[in-house]
């Protein structure tokens, strides 16, 4: 069975940072791609940054020059470093895990989501 399971929220002040990590567990034999995605209140959930087994990255605009994304394809781990935050980063992010492919086929799998909330 597989589990994504993300860690590293939290409260910060505006132009802070914060570091948020994801890890996927079970028998897997490939991810395609790994990222993560945010929900604000009353919104529509968002790309933030992907990176492919390749080391392809994608950037929403709203974040390039200020996220980084990194990956462990041996460690089936994202991490996503996050500096000079603002206000509008709040959210709920989520791990994703997009084609993965176990015993049983391939699938895209998500994290529970962790809290990233930014005070000005």
């Known amino acids: 069975q597989v589990q994504v399971v993300e860690s590293g929220g939290g409260s910060v002040q505006a132009g802070g940072s914060l570091r948020l990590s994801c890890a996927a567990s079970?028998?897997?034999?490939?991810?395609?791609?790994m990222g993560w995605y945010r929900q604000a209140p009353g919104k529509q959930r968002e790309l933030v940054a992907t990176?492919?087994?390749?080391?392809?990255?994608n950037y929403a605009d709203s974040v390039k020059g200020r996220f980084t994304i990194s990956r462990d394809n041996a460690k089936n781990t994202v991490n996503l470093q996050m500096n000079s935050l603002k206000p509008e980063d709040t959210a709920v992010y989520y791990c994703?895990?997009?084609?993965?492919?176990?015993?049983?086929?391939?699938?895209?799998?998500w994290g529970q989501g962790t809290q990233v909330t930014v005070s000005s």
């Open positions: 994703n895990a997009g084609g993965l492919q176990t015993i049983t086929g391939v699938k895209d799998y």
């Open positions: 079970g028998i897997i034999f490939r991810i395609n791609a």
């Open positions: 990176l492919s087994s390749g080391g392809r990255t």
